[in-house]
């Protein structure tokens, strides 16, 4: 029998120091010497910086110095795009705005002091004159010929346009018998919001002309070289650390004015800076998630079936670039078919300039507008036919034989059995006898909705010729001499728990105690390659490339051993702590091998003595994970109150490694999908005032928010890693926020609502009921 | 000012300014960061700590006021190397993630078994509505507190 | 933010118009001013503690009252700037009424930029109608 | 995050906190739970010179019975009010109310004093104190003073309190025989603030006819307040369904109605109608109870 790890139910390894409050984050570490840093910000959303007077800040006692936008020109690079999109237009997007500002929270000044105490008393004094301009919020508005520039070196907002065609259109629309159903969906504006704030220290050292920055980020490794860029320090000696990242959900996965600031000033001052991101900062200077309107048109036939699917997508980019802006809503595109083999397609994106934060990858990014869309769109086509959503859903989905599958949007989708995972979400939800206890209801004027969402997302991020810097991910394993072991991702995991997933299969691979093995990760100087944590990738590709350097490990070893054990090297099992033959006749302990390796006393013919081995994971394909779930909600037909009732998923993200880890990840993701669907609204009014800057005003969900989650899954292997794993990060948030909707649009059917946009706040649902109510 | 506060267990003494906030003194006067510091507006919760065994926000707290108090934080909650219950059963039932808003979230809990040794789960979500966590959909939490409660109750 | 109202003071519209335009009454009835000096250019420097309760901040900036229409209307602009934000306004004031009451009717736009903005809009509105409310009361009663 | 400097009191008894708040005037600021004060310091948006803390003045901490009233103590904490037995029994609505406020750690913390000195448009305990007819209690070096809840709220963030008074407690009714009362709250979802909150407390007479009403509505206008056309609509009437609701559409009458990102005013004010009606639905319930039971 060989020992069982990969697909227990283990307890996280991450959590002994995080339970006891053991663990740092980055504002938990001090430095000799550390100084305190802080930021004045705009709090206009477009204007001339015409003068600043920091006279008085610079008098507060304690206070070290105060820097400008001009202090760093030729010193420091500017915040950087990494998106690459044809006839992208890139404006400047320098760390501190030097004359002008385009958003409420833009730094412009950075006040360096002994505390933070002092650093805010003095920021408080910074005395800035700005001259107002005229501001654009609304994204068509921003189209408009007349509308005012967010950047006047270019002739309008519009920072790129980008096309995807697939089928034959000519067919679609000569086919008169095809029905055609609009609708315009709006996919707000999101604040991700995690626990811990952005946060940085940087610590610069004249001697040895080398930068070591402590930074809450999900890309230490591509922070690295980008500060290398940006600072002028030789790459070699800059170092990035990640300690521990208190969420982050695509918000880190970004390089930040802050990080370039802090390495400036410390560079400067010769002593380390910290900033920690207060919560109206990140509120404000934190990437913003989703921003897209989508004008939809589908053509169907009778039946149900889908012939074609064309969608203008306008993105709110905001007023600059961070890392990927551009790129995110390309991937709503990629994606707008869903599970559906849709023949034709036609989307245009446009990515356009406002005077708002930028937006960047927000969990899911890209895809839940997506899958939104097309959700939507199907049960809107239920409604238009008379269909049960389930059937018309059946009706459009391939057949498993089908896959691999190239869609007309040119993706190809690599395994999946949609029919499996709705017929379980069905029946595990008691869908029909839902639909039935509806009917019921809704003779006694109650308002029960029931919303179904079948999604497929685009994971494992990804082929590196499909990423803007790289897809591929490192992974070093090391027997060290005491027999333990450690591996080295690349990846960052910052909650996602692959502290232990990562260990989990190294201890199966190698037949040895899971507690024997530690996972390291966020430490440039240590791990010697990475890209990071983001698009699920972490386990699908990183976690593939420890498996790939455990395969190499495991020959080397396997050549020790057999030469110890006069046996063909091929022929070793590694189990229960020991290496043995498949007919269990010889076997040696695991320790004995790595003593052999590391006494080298007697070395099997060309083996070099040591036990680390290493891989660079290259994916040959995104995976794609899939899933149904069930909403049902109740409308308060009163006040528009929506009380989520029950909740019902079936989830399948591939080869599951540890089933405690994939709950976690669906329930965040399910919690955040639903905020996104009755709360979540990250508001600026027309002025470009961010008006929801605190947590009283964005609502975060709350655990009494909830129901009680009904999760499951099925297992699809992918064939693009040799885990067999698809990723599941994301899954919950893209999977629920159309359920979620669907379902109170379904509660209104009574009323006639066919559409309403999210969030769901009572205010608008109970105007829908007027209104019906009226023009009954 | 002078103040004399024990914290889990230990009096210590310290001159702090009138504005110093508490959550501020325990984390960089007395060094423990284990208390987190997650929004100015005292919503999150995640700088809870039992002030006189009450679950209190220590942002919204200057440390002036916890003059002569008892204070337990996160790093006071094991004994002799034991986990608390609610600690072994965050770590059971995979009741945290990221991990940032977990002291606060246990020790609110903490004072929810204090006054309710054995809630239902509504119970558990309404008394842990001054807490926000972002990673785990609450639902693990949920059964972190019910494990701690099964556990206490032996 | 829509800022419009009305007022009745008992005055008659000639009293209201002169009052109206009088720095010295309009320092005296605008909240918390501090100072409203007349600048070359025919608007006033302001300086201004604005708020409710304790929550108050310190602004300066201009008042600029512009095409009067005497003892119909005309059209006033603020813009203050301080504690960590800024306050603008713009907006008209009719005068109504051939007696000894005068129908004070105001409709403009307020915007607040900076802290305010960010973390009090659920009492933005209301605070703005009570600040307006304010400076009518003082002012009426310095009519009186 | 940080707020600004300030010099700080703690005096231990009332007579040298009244001492301390004439002598600083506008410049001192009474802290007491501190869930209102304290983040706005941080914000800088409130920079009092001089703080005064009052949370360990211990005489102000009480929940006493005095016949048929109750006499409760300023800096008596949600939480006490939440859990308390006696106000369990004999005035539900204290308790009720207190459950709904804010959360359990403000509830820890926070006071009936300190909130209702607030006088937070959308906070709880106003619409209890103005629908209970509370009696304040406020206290100055030079003497005392006694404020019925309906002018103890002028506006918006604005009592009645002069800057020399401490408000030291509040009196209530007990809930009388045949009586009932109910807290029914549209709670925002993320600051748990109201966006409605309506408290009634409802006495029948023998033949099930309101003989008593008394409504009292937050989060609606700039204050608390009582919606006089409701009350007079229903006082002394037989409760019928349909008569509640036509008396529950005038719950903001003559009131300006607050409008905010999450609820216009227009939907304010039909949320107002709506919740008032539960609520005093919900105290008709409970007084036909206790009617039954006595």
Redesign the interface.
Known sequence: MRTKILGERIKRKEDPRLIRGGAHYVDDLKLDGMLYMTFVRSVYAHAKIKSINDAAARSVHGVVDVLRGRDLEGKLGNVPCAAGLEGLKIPDHPCLAPDEVRYVGEPIVAIVARDRYIAEDAADKVEIEYGPLPVVVNPEKALEKDSPLVHSKFADNVAFVAKLEGGDWKLVENDKSLKLIKQRFINQRLAPASMETRGVIASYSSGEDALTVWSSTQIPHLLKTQLAVMTGVDEARCRVITPEVGGAFGSKLNVYAEEGVASFASKKLGKPVKWIEGRRENMQATIHGRDQINDLEVYVKSDGVVAGLRCRIIADLGAYHQLLTPAIPTLTALMILGCYNIPNVWVETIGVFTNKMATDAYRGAGRPEATYIIERAMDLVANELNLDPAEVRQRNFPSPKDFPLTLATGVDYDTANYQKTLKKVLKASGYSRLRKEQERLRKKGKYLGIGLSTYVEICAMGPSSRMPAGGWEFGMVRVEPTAKVTVYTGTSPHGQGEETSFAQIVAEELGIPFDNVTVYHGDTSVVQHGIGTFGSRTTAVGGAAIFGAVQKLKKKMARFAAFKLKVKPGELIFDGGKLQTADGSKSIPFGEVVEAAYYARQLPPGVEPGLTEQMVFEPPNYTFPFGAHVAVVEVDGETGEVQLRNYYCVDDCGRILNPLLVDGQVHGGLAQGIGQALWEDHVYDENGQLITGTLMDYTLPKAHHFPWFETSNTETRTPVNPLGVKGVGEAGTIGSTPAIVNAVVDALKPFGVRHLDMPLKPEKIWRAMKQAAAQA | ?KIRVKINGAWREDDV?????LVHYL??VAG???????????????C?VLVGG????S????A??A?GAEIT???G??KDGQ?HPL?QG???E?G????????GM?L?AH??LARNPHPT??E???????????????????KAVEYAAKASGK | MKIEGTYMVSAPRQTVWEHLLNPDTLAKSLPGCEKLEPQPDGSYHAEMKVGIAAVKGTYHGRVEILDPVPHERFRMKVEGQGTGGFLKGEGTLTLLGDGSETLIGYSGEAQVGGVIAGVGQRLVQAAARQIVQQFFQAFSKRLA | MIPESFEYHAPKNLAEATRLVGQFGADGKLLAGGHSLVPLMKLRLAAPKHLIDITGIGELNYIREEGDRFEIGALTTHFQLESSGLLKSRCPLLPETAREIGDVQVRNKGTLGGSLAHSDPAADWPAAVVALDAEMHAVSASGERRIPAKDFFVDLLATALQPEEILAAIRVPALPARGGDAYAKHCHPASGFAVVGVAARVVLDERGNLAEIGVGITGVGPKAYRPAALEEALRGKSPGRKRLEEACAHAADGVEVNSDLYASAEYRGHLAAVYARRAVEKALERASENSQIS
């Open positions: 000012m300014a009138p504005r110093l906030l984390r960089e423990l960061t284990g208390t987190h510091i997650g929004c100015e507006t005292s919503i999150c919760g995640a809870t009450q679950a209190v926000k942002c919204t707290m200057f002036v006021q003059d934080t996160i790093e909650l094991a986990l600690q965050f770590w059971e995979h945290l993630q990221c991990g940032f808003c977990t002291p246990i609110s004072q929810l789960r509504e558990i979500r309404k008394g842990l509505e001054g807490n926000l966590c972002r990673c785990t959909g609450y639902q693990h939490i949920v």
